[in-house]
């Protein structure tokens, strides 16, 4: 069982298009991450978040304590938002990370 | 499924020392790694990208001489902080693609370094 799940693990979208990523975890946590990889490169980090939401530009995350959930939220979708998404947890001690939804986003 | 091993855990030193991280790709080969650092309530920020059979790619700011690299094996990426320093303190991590259209990250459980 993996302590962090994501869905979906593949998603393809018209450019444009409002896109969500979910993300549960079945561990306590001091901070959540959303994390952005394009094909090839390292990780770029998104967000951080310990509650609440936070907004950067067209990308918006949320997290719910008390659900163990979080989503990641991609207004007007473009073809170079198309990357890996991966949601990372941290209990302090260690990261446990999903595996990574694949978004391609479509002209 | 693909799994990323790290050892230590943990690590505890003496300002001065130097100190070893290994990453391993369990079940299976990566001919690229990446490690990252997150100091506390920061988020992940990539240090370098490790090379099987080349020199590692450091990212701006990264002292490549403080932190070295060196990616032995398709399956071995070593970080070693050399000299270490109390601001070297950190949570050390490190990924490796596991191949496949989609080059899924795998990443180790992380390495916590606290230098005295």
């Known amino acids: 069982k993996n302590e962090v799940e994501q869905s979906p693990q593949n998603l393809t979208a018209q450019e444009g298009e409002f896109i969500t990523i979910n993300c549960s975890y079945s561990?306590?946590?001091?901070?959540l991450h959303w994390l952005q990889q394009h094909p090839g490169g390292g990780i770029v980090s998104l967000f951080m978040?310990?509650?609440g939401k936070k907004k950067h530009g067209r990308l918006i995350a949320t997290i719910n304590i008390q659900e163990k959930h979080s989503s990641l939220h991609i207004t007007a979708s473009h073809p170079r938002d198309s990357a890996v998404y991966i949601c990372?947890?941290?209990?302090?001690?260690?990261?446990?990370f999903g595996t990574g939804t694949s978004l391609t986003v479509i002209p | 499924g693909a799994v990323v091993s790290q050892h230590p855990s943990w690590v505890i030193c003496k300002s001065g020392t130097s100190v070893k991280i290994e990453c391993r790709s369990l079940?299976?080969?990566?001919?690229?790694m990446f490690w990252y650092r997150q100091f506390p309530k920061q988020s992940l920020m990539l240090m370098a990208t490790?090379?099987?059979?080349?020199?590692?790619?450091?990212e701006q700011g990264v002292e490549k001489d403080k932190f070295l690299i060196n990616h032995a094996s398709l399956t071995l990426s070593t970080l070693t902080v050399t000299s270490a320093h109390p601001e070297d303190s950190s949570f050390y991590i490190c990924?490796?693609?596991?191949?496949?259209?989609?080059?899924?990250?795998?990443f180790g459980p992380g390495t916590r370094l606290t230098v005295l």
């Open positions: 990924s490796a693609p596991a191949g496949g259209p989609s080059r899924t990250q795998y």
């Open positions: 561990v306590g946590i001091s901070a």
């Open positions: 978040l310990s509650s």
């Open positions: 990372a947890v941290t209990t302090g001690n260690q990261f446990y």
């Open positions: 079940d299976f080969q990566a001919t690229t």
């Open positions: 490790s090379n099987e059979g080349s020199k590692a790619t450091y």
